[in-house]
């Protein structure tokens, strides 16, 4: 069985299509990894390789390329399409009824990948495995979740060698990596929420790790085969499970020793967990604040994480070196203007490195529906097919200032490290300006050059190769 996986550029692979490429490899079947930005012609490369099965993974906010990608090939070769990724197992009615897919996936896909193969190979119905909705005889069956896999140390090893096949990927310093799924905690505005009290209740713990045995043996296999200099781990909370991180920590800085980053939660952070990790070659930390506003950050965000939590974090991050960068959303709910220099000024408190600024973008999965409703911040359900929209402001959250804060936000970082600038950027907002505003992402991409250790000339290079292939992704439309 042949199997052709799509992903749309090279700025990050995809942990889902890794592990899948690894069942594939352990199981001895032929796949090939094809990166549309990097295809002149793709209908000529997949006439080459000859696929049995097209595998596309999904986000919500980026799933109408892929399906266009799939319906574009669908006019050229007769192909069964299966569809997974978060997107699909949050949405999966919006999904399964696009024409260009014929199969769409829930939750973890690698047992059912191969259960699919299996009966495609014995001419068996398919229609019947757990996780799959299939499209036969003109109606849709819905089959059910199956319990999550416990013991992740149990799938094979993920394959990132079709990732590690293009030079400016092995030869970039930096790589990433995930020690586990999941999150203790429910944030309204995040999918691990929904996944926790909906999709997966019942089905088994969704927080889980791999063993650190684990971990390491996959960072020494990349270690091998690639340029390797800096660690990212890009778990939602990597630091939540004590005595997994204090074994890490042990053996990391004796297996490894090359510097890493992670993604925290600052509540649980103290002084001897800040040492024992700098201690081991941790370096950067990012966490979550979202708002400088502690009522909003908890009542309507329900993050559960105090100022308090995050002024003495960052005192320990900057005792001890670790930089520390922090994700942020502009136009929440009772958000104005104002609101954002109001962030500015209390992230300079904290001493951040640097800022990751997002609108706040609505989606009707979201546990905060109930209460943007019941608040009239909006006055009715979103629909999915509102992620059409190219624009931003077509899916963010309806406020009378948001024109003015999508046109600050490439200028956060800015504003951050130069204060003078921020009458000048105040005044400019005022105005539409069309493609000047890119120019203050190049800042904010400097600023996570260096704080994920890549040099400024290959990051450059990185930056554009992966800027226009993100033009190209869009031209099947």
């Known amino acids: 069985m042949r199997v052709a996986f799509f992903d749309y550029s090279l700025l990050f692979y995809s942990q889902g299509l890794a592990n899948l490429m690894g069942v594939l490899k352990t199981y001895g079947h032929e796949y090939k990894l094809f990166i549309i930005s990097e295809e002149k012609d793709i209908i000529k490369s997949l006439k080459e390789f000859k696929p049995d099965l097209l595998g596309f993974t999904t986000v919500t906010g980026g799933q109408y390329p892929s399906f266009n990608l799939a319906r574009y090939i669908k006019k050229h070769m007769d192909v069964l399409t299966v569809f997974g990724g978060p997107h699909v197992t949050m949405f999966p009615e919006e999904s399964i009824r696009e024409d260009c897919v014929d199969i769409i996936c829930r939750g973890e896909g690698e047992i059912p990948l191969i259960e699919l193969i299996n009966a495609i190979e014995n001419n068996e119905d398919y229609s019947k495995i757990k996780n799959l909705w299939v499209k036969k005889d003109g109606e849709i069956v819905r089959n059910e979740i199956r319990d999550l896999m416990q013991d992740l140390d149990k799938l094979p090893m993920p394959d990132r060698s079709q990732y590690l096949k293009y030079p400016i990927v092995r030869d970039l310093p930096l790589k990433r990596f995930l020690a586990g799924y999941g999150c203790p905690h429910q944030c309204s505005f995040c999918h691990n929420a929904i996944f926790l009290k909906e999709i997966f209740k019942g089905k088994g713990c969704y927080l889980r790790k ?143 490195f640097g800022v990751r600024p997002g609108i706040y973008v609505v989606s009707k999965k979201q546990p905060i529906i109930k209460m943007l409703l019941e608040k009239k911040y ?98 099947l439309r």
């Open 378 to 475: 909006i006055d009715k359900v979103p629909e999915i097919d509102n992620f059409k929209q190219d624009k931003l402001e077509d899916v963010a959250l309806q406020t009378p200032d948001l024109k003015r804060i999508i046109r600050i936000s490439p200028f956060i970082n800015l504003m951050l490290k130069f204060p003078f600038l921020e009458p000048l950027i105040r005044f400019i907002t005022l105005f539409p300006f069309g493609r000047l505003g890119n120019s203050g992402r190049l800042f904010d991409g400097y600023l996570e050059m260096r704080f994920m250790g890549v040099p400024l000339i290959q990051g450059l290079r990185y930056y554009f190769r992966v800027k226009a292939g993100f033009r190209g992704t869009y031209r």
């Open 210 to 352: 791999k063993s650190v045995d684990r971990v390491l043996k996959e960072i020494k296999e990349v270690q091998e085969i690639s340029c390797m200099k800096r660690v990212h781990f890009h778990d939602d909370n990597f630091n939540y499970h004590k005595e997994w991180l204090e074994e890490f920590c042990n053996r990391y800085s004796k297996e490894i020793g090359i510097p890493w980053s992670c993604s925290i939660r600052v509540d649980t952070i103290t002084e001897p967990i800040v040492k024992m990790m700098h201690d081991a070659g941790c370096v950067g930390v990012i966490s979550g604040i979202e708002t400088h506003n502690e009522r909003i950050r908890n009542d309507v965000l329900d993050k559960r994480l105090t100022n308090e939590d995050f002024e003495r974090a960052s005192r320990l991050f900057k005792k001890y070196n670790i930089k520390h960068l922090t994700a942020v959303m502009l136009n929440l709910p009772g958000d104005s203007f104002e609101d954002v220099f109001k962030m500015l000024e209390y992230v300079r408190k904290l001493k951040v």
